[in-house]
């Protein structure tokens, strides 16, 4: 486990001495109790065990790498944690399908409505989208990352 | 100078006004820019979360489109860039272009300008962006930001501190139930800071909070290109705004 996750780009989390800094740092922690930093990582440093916590609750502040004593950078576990459930085929939230779509449809994450288009004319503003080109070079790139 | 522009999905779809706002200050400031129409999406947190090889090829491939300067008028976007740029370049000894969130490029080039402000004296609050503040990157004070508070001062606003000011809005929570009660606590903190408006550089914040706040939720472009000069309606600045401003 511990390999799969370094692989994955987690952090140094066996220098945690769960001072419990990223727990009082977290905003998540704050409104969802049972979501917590230091026991995610006490469960893979203490437990050698995958936490069960949902690590898509995170909403990726970063104020427990910024206070994190130890240089641990919780987030990036919390980062390859979510990484390892997407190749187990955990199921991903509905935003972040929805956002890989449309990346992959257009090369960029949201598209145009039509009052957006008129505005944009009146305003002067350029075309909205890629080339042909330039979308099949970021469609080949997915594809061979595998996404 | 010349320097590369990078929008963002979200302000390039969503937000004309803004993207007007910041070719105008640009314009006034004597600042050439060009915009690369083949540049993809940045492939933030959604991805990188996901596929780390995807995100860094993507910019790889950004990286060639672009000048020696970026500047991005998105903070997640300046996270995103710089970051995987930084990787790419050590990875392949490649010289990386320089990012500059739109607030720090402001704070560099405001002065010497010759410029005069045609408003002053609102009551702002500034939502701070998560991501250009952390991981700290030297480029301000990460527990107690100043950039954007500058930039408003030079140009004659009222910066307002307030309780919670470094709380995430939750802009970048995947989950509907977590964004929500972020949205709402923050709102509640912006609000009682008794402001005018909410002066924001990242397209995810002013999303999250234009959907839950009574106050106008603004990017600091706005402002910037109201000061110089810009016409408020072309650039969304509401009337009762202008109604709180002193013409010096
Ligand atoms: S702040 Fe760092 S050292 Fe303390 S519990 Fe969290 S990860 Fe471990
Ligand atoms: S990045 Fe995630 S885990 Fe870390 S403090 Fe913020 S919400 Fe909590």
Not at chain 1, 95 to 101: N, T
Not at chain 2, 111 to 134: A, D
Not at chain 2, 191 to 199: F, I, L, N, T, Y
């Amino acid at each position: 486990m511990i390999n799969r996750l370094r692989e994955r780009g987690a952090g140094n989390f066996l220098k945690c001495i769960q001072c419990g800094s990223c727990t009082s740092a977290c905003i998540v922690n704050v409104v969802e109790e049972e979501f917590n930093p230091r026991k995610i990582i006490g469960s893979i440093v203490r437990f050698n065990k995958f936490p069960d916590q949902d690590p898509w609750l995170c909403s990726a502040c970063l104020l427990c790498v910024e206070r994190c004593p130890q240089g641990v950078n919780p987030f990036s576990i919390i980062v390859s944690l979510r990484t390892i459930r997407y190749e187990n085929g955990n199921a991903l939230p509905n935003k972040v399908i929805e956002l890989i779509e449309q990346v992959k449809k257009t090369g960029l994450a949201f598209s145009l409505s039509k009052e957006v288009e008129e505005k944009r004319k009146l305003l002067g503003l350029p075309g909205f989208g890629l080339s042909e080109e330039g979308l099949s070079e970021v469609r080949r790139i997915l594809l061979e990352a595998g996404v | 100078m010349s320097i590369t522009l990078y929008l963002g999905c979200v302000i390039k779809a969503l937000y004309p006004e803004v993207e007007k706002a910041i070719k105008e200050v640009l314009e006034r400031m004597g600042v050439n820019f060009e915009e690369p129409k083949d540049a993809s999406c940045c492939a933030p947190l959604g991805f990188f979360s996901l596929n780390r090889d995807a995100w860094l090829r993507l910019n790889e491939r950004n990286m060639r489109l672009f000048q020696d300067t970026v500047v991005t008028a998105c903070d997640d976007c300046f996270a995103s860039l710089n970051d995987a740029f930084k990787i790419v370049s050590e990875n392949k000894g490649i010289k990386a272009p320089e990012v500059k969130p739109f607030g720090k490029f402001m704070l560099e080039n405001l002065e010497n300008r010759g410029l005069r402000f045609s408003f002053k004296g609102l009551r702002c609050t500034v939502q701070h962006s998560c991501h250009f503040l952390r991981p700290a990157r030297g480029m301000d004070d990460a527990e107690n930001p100043r950039v954007v508070k500058s930039v408003l001062e030079k140009l004659g606003y009222l910066p307002v501190s307030y309780d919670g000011e470094l709380d995430c809005c939750g802009g970048l929570a995947f989950e509907e139930r977590v964004r929500e009660m972020l949205a709402r606590r923050k709102a509640e903190a912006l609000e009682k800071s008794g402001a005018d408006c909410v002066v924001s550089t990242c397209s995810h914040c002013m999303r999250q909070l234009r959907a839950v706040s009574r106050l106008p939720i603004l990017h600091l472009a706005q402002l910037s290109a109201l000061s110089m000069g810009a016409n408020p309606e072309e650039i969304g600045v509401p009337d009762m705004l202008l109604r709180r401003m002193v013409k010096p």
